[in-house]
């Protein structure tokens, strides 16, 4: 499966952006999908993910409650919605996907086998 994310840009704090991925060659419905970003000088972190039946979501703490993903078989694609943004959710956000859902370790990069390219999103003070 090949994944293109898209809608990044600059927003200032207390802001909303909403990120799509959208994939080709596969139909998304047999994926995990999450998210991570990548902070300059920072490790690769875990964002969110939506499991393949679209009955679970996870988050890592310091989205949780502000960041919601939503999956839309339709489209063949998910979205990250990113509300009441904060400077240090400036990063670039990849999407990633596994046939796999590994409970406990989900939140590793190394658990994705296929990512989108990164998306820059700039959150301004």
């Known amino acids: 499966v090949q994944l293109q994310a898209s809608g990044g840009g600059l927003v200032q704090a207390g802001g909303s952006l909403r990120l799509s991925c959208a994939a080709s060659g596969r139909t998304i419905s047999a994926y995990v999908m999450a998210w991570f970003r990548q902070a300059p000088g920072k490790e690769r972190e875990f964002v969110g993910l939506?499991?393949?039946?679209?009955?679970?979501?996870y988050y890592a703490d310091s989205v949780k409650g502000r960041f919601s993903i939503s999956r839309d078989n339709a489209k063949n694609a998910i979205d990250l919605q990113m509300n009441s943004l904060k400077p240090e959710d400036t990063a670039v956000y990849y999407c990633a996907a596994d046939r796999h859902y590994y409970a406990g370790s989900a939140h590793l990069p190394n658990r994705y086998d296929y990512w989108g390219q990164g998306i820059l999103v700039t959150v301004s003070s």
């Open positions: 939506i499991t393949r039946s679209s009955t679970n979501a």
